[in-house]
Nanobody, 122 residues
Framework: QVQLVESGGGLVQAGGSLRLSCAASTRTFSSYGMGWIRQAPGKEREFVAAISRLGFSRQYTDSVKGRFTISRDNAKNTVYLQMNSLKPEDTAVYYC???????????????WGQGTQVTVSS
């Protein structure tokens, strides 16, 4: 069982930045591909970014390319999402998720955090 705890959300003005963190409670963190997924009010969950277990592969949804960066520190059992040039449409609850292997498919993630709210004001 892997527990994931997100932090770093908050209220920011458009154009600002936030860095989300997700701490994992497992001794085998480096075995897991990690992802960030978001859910805006009234919308379905949406894939944002994913990183392979050693960080060599990264993928992003088109709407965040060039603005968001996913990274990980396996020594700290933590994955990050650096979000720059934030837009009001980035407002959502952001979840981190884990899967043995690597995926961008939401239904394939095995473990999920509780989420952290990001609100971008115009």
């Amino acid at each position: 069982q892997v527990q994931l705890v997100e932090s770093g959300g908050g209220l920011v003005q458009a154009g600002g930045s936030l860095r989300l963190s997700c701490a994992a409670s497992t001794r085998t963190f480096s075995s897991y591909g990690m992802g960030w997924i978001r859910q805006a009010p009234g919308k379905e969950r949406e894939f944002v970014a994913a990183i392979s277990r050693l960080g060599f592969s990264r993928q992003y949804t088109d709407s965040v390319k060039g603005r968001f960066t996913i990274s990980r520190d396996n020594a700290k059992n933590t994955v990050y999402l650096q979000m720059n040039s934030l837009k009001p449409e980035d407002t959502a609850v952001y979840y981190c998720a884990a899967k043995l292997g690597f995926t961008t498919q939401l239904e394939e993630y095995e473990y999920w955090g509780q989420g952290t709210q990001v609100t971008v004001s115009s």
